[in-house]
Nanobody
């Protein structure tokens, strides 16, 4: 059994900051990439940022220079530091992990955490 447990969402004013966390728990042998996606109700789930097991990162253009993804491999945890937040960043943020448990490699998703940017 594997689950991704997210935390850190909330309400923030434009220009503010939030830090999301996502911990992978369970019978995990190895985690390859970890990522964040976001979804506005009624729209598709969109890619935000990804970090590989070696630490290389990639971001969607709209968050470059404002968001920073990082991970703590010892804790199987990924973080998303979000600065200079804009109202258009409002969405449900989902954590994703590409991981190996026993002999099965698969994608796992967190339950989602709401981020609202509003004055």
């Amino acid at each position: 059994q594997v689950q991704l447990v997210e935390s850190g969402g909330g309400l923030v004013q434009p220009g503010g900051s939030l830090r999301l966390s996502c911990a992978a728990e369970g019978n995990i042998r190895s985690i390859y990439s970890m990522a964040w996606y976001r979804q506005v109700p009624g729209n598709q789930r969109d890619f935000v940022a990804r970090i590989s097991s070696s630490g290389s990162t990639e971001y969607v253009d709209s968050v470059k220079g404002r968001f920073t993804i990082s991970r703590d491999n010892a804790k199987n945890t990924v973080y998303l530091q979000m600065d200079s937040l804009k109202p258009e960043d409002t969405a449900i943020y989902y954590c994703n992990a590409d991981l190996l448990r026993t002999f099965i490699r698969a994608d796992y998703w967190g339950q989602g955490t709401q981020v609202t940017v509003s004055s």
